[in-house]
């Protein structure tokens, strides 16, 4: 869906410029990089300080070992014996624990919390010509078709489990978001971690004045149903956006 390219802003170019995933993606993976790497750069000055720290190579060790063991060898496994390689790996964990899991899981009640619109299984085969069911399904299809998708407490089961799925508690704390002001004592820290709000918020109100561009038809459609499944803030409850600091299930 993209291909390198040193002259795009985030060094890829999208294949399909209206891909709002994607395009919300790139600018939230790249403020989370540049928070990573303004962290990291702060504690890790220099290589050798990554390779010197026990803590973060016990850990590594751990989540090859025991984590993921069995990729462990593949070439693309990072060594963490640069300071880039710290960043790049701390950038992939925030993303997946963050923003792609917001993504993938918070529209899910918008999108399919009502069951027809998208039928997970279909509970019979299709009839065979000659049979009492091909006859129902040629003069009653709507009736037919019924009898092949989720029952009512089935649906009703899960229609409450997506909704719980998909809520924000009135706690949640997003992205950039801290409980405590004053979490660390290290100013330039602090004030990374405000760059990095400041940034977000700047994200999100690009993507409110991109979902109200008639010319993007992926973010607002005939349906009427911008994209917001990548904005990093949200209210309370069923919003079909925000991007919480983690993964919490």
Known sequence: MAVEDPNSSHGVRLLIEDYPYAADGLEIWSA????????????????????????????????????????????????????????ESCTIIIWIASAHHAAINFGQYPFGGYPPNRPSISLRFMPEEGTPEYEELKTNPEKAFLKTITPQLQTLLGMASIEILSRHSADELYLGQRDAPEWTTDNDILQASKKFRKKLEEIEENMKRMNNDEKLKNRVGPAKMPYTLLHPSSEAGLTGKGIPNSVSI
């Open 32 to 87: 989370i990089k540049t928070w990573v790497k303004d962290y990291c750069s702060f504690y890790y000055k220099t290589d050798e300080t990554v390779q010197k720290d026990s803590e973060l190579q016990s850990w590594w060790k751990e989540l090859r070992e025991e984590g993921h063991g069995d990729k462990k060898d593949e070439p693309w496994w990072p060594k963490m014996q640069t300071r880039e390689e710290l960043i």
